[in-house]
């Protein structure tokens, strides 16, 4: 029976299936952090369950952490409740803990990978939607709510109903200045954000093969809002070199047979899906979006189009923006480079590229948010932080930052962010505040212009 790369890696991990109903899927890696698993802990000490297997469980402290002065005690209660909360689970229960002030802390979607934990063929879960980031391995990654953390601290697995599959093809050759964040962009706004509700996506063709692991990370992130239950993209040469010699990767005879397995996970030719689209990547270029989900987007050079809907009139009335404007030329005035989504060391240097020699606008506030510790030492070893500070961009610490604003990094009310976050939901970076998605170059280039601009038209 020919397989799906979705269906080879969920089959070899069910455990047991109940007749006509879900399966019991085994999970190798659980992703934990400060805001979603303290009352998981405490599901367990209630029931008195021990945790099942600590070592198959990576902890860090990302969501509410302060992106300024990591060294100095937390000064938001919250924050600092969670934080130390989050430290005395983890002792109690034997849990590794990459918290404040380790060499390996950073957001968990970015510490996973760059660690060599996250490997092809793998399930892994965390209580985080952005989860699906690690799918960029070919491994079956997605978020899971509370009650569902507490499930696999017990037991290592989860009771689940197998989602549809669904394959995503974009062929053909980029234009230059197309980003990743551009491409997955591009497909919410052509398939909307409910296409893959109900579905696992798998994302093929010349475009994901020549990508890079990083760029196929940022798709495989936003393949959750397209609705879909995560992304996947096939593991190749090109994931292999990234995985070999990272701190938790396999070596020597266990690295040889782990990537023997690894190639056997591709679809196989001739497999069916319950869904397939294409596209074609010639019709691609930078974008942007105007409303308050991830589907509202277009290429930045396009107009906003119009509908009777109601709930886009709310969404443009909440923006502030007129159906068939043009966002081309809008003042902004704020940028946010960081988040899970855009916070890896080759987001940075795109960025950099386009900023050197130039300094922003005067009227724009903008935040380089590395995604990790060891992305924030990168960009000192390539001086990258020295193009971003003549550049006037202010250089922050790790953390998800101004994402979803559960720190001091908000936007004000009212004001615009061209952001290289996941999500532009209405006070999704402070109450009010109006988010732009984008790429880290079409991000920067708007800090230097102050206005949004098309660097595909330069």
Known sequence: MKKTLFDKVWDSHVVSSVENGPDIL??????????????????????????????????????????????????????????????????????????????????????????????????????????????????????????????VFASQCLLLAKPKSMRVTVSGDLHPDVQPKDVILYIIAKLGTDAGTGYFV???????????????????????????????????????NYVRGREFAPVGDELAAKMEYWKTLPTDEGATFDQEYSFD???????????TNPGMGIKISDNIPTSNDSSFKK??????LQPGAKLLDMEISHVFIGSCTNSRIEDFRAAATYIKGKRKSDNVSALIVPGSQQVAKQI?????????????????????????????DKIPAGAYCVSTSNRNFEGRQGQGARTLLASPVTAAAAAVAGKIVDVSLN
Request: aromatic share 6%; proline share 5%; glycine share 10%.
């Open 202 to 240: 798998e994302f093929a063709g010349s475009v994901f093969e020549n990508m890079s692991m990083e760029g196929r990370m940022t798709v495989c992130n936003m393949s959750i809002e397209m609705g879909a239950r995560g992304g996947m993209i096939a593991p190749d040469q090109t994931t292999i």
């Open 380 to 408: 000192v070893a390539e001086g990258l932080d020295q193009i971003f500070e003549a550049a006037g961009f202010s250089l922050r610490q790790p953390g998800c930052s101004a994402c979803l604003a559960m720190n001091d």
């Open 281 to 291: 990547a010639a019709d691609i270029r930078p974008m942007i979006t105007y409303g």
């Open 315 to 320: 969404a443009l009335n909440y923006m502030g």
């Open 26 to 151: 085994y999970i190798d890696k659980h992703l934990i952090h400060e805001v979603t698993s303290p009352q998981a802990f405490n599901v367990l000490e209630d029931k008195g369950i021990a945790l099942f297997r600590p070592n198959q469980i990576v902890a860090t402290a990302d969501h509410n952490v302060p992106t300024e002065n990591q060294h100095l005690p937390i000064q938001d209660a919250l924050s600092r409740k969670q934080v130390s909360q989050l430290t005395k689970n983890c002792e109690k229960h034997g849990v590794n803990l990459y918290g404040l002030g380790h060499p390996y802390q950073g957001i968990v979607h970015v510490i996973g990978p760059e660690l060599g934990v996250t490997q092809p063929g793998m399930t892994m879960v965390c209580g985080d939607s952005h989860t699906s980031t690690h799918g960029a391995f070919g491994t079956i990654a997605f978020g899971i709510g509370t009650s569902q953390v507490a499930q």
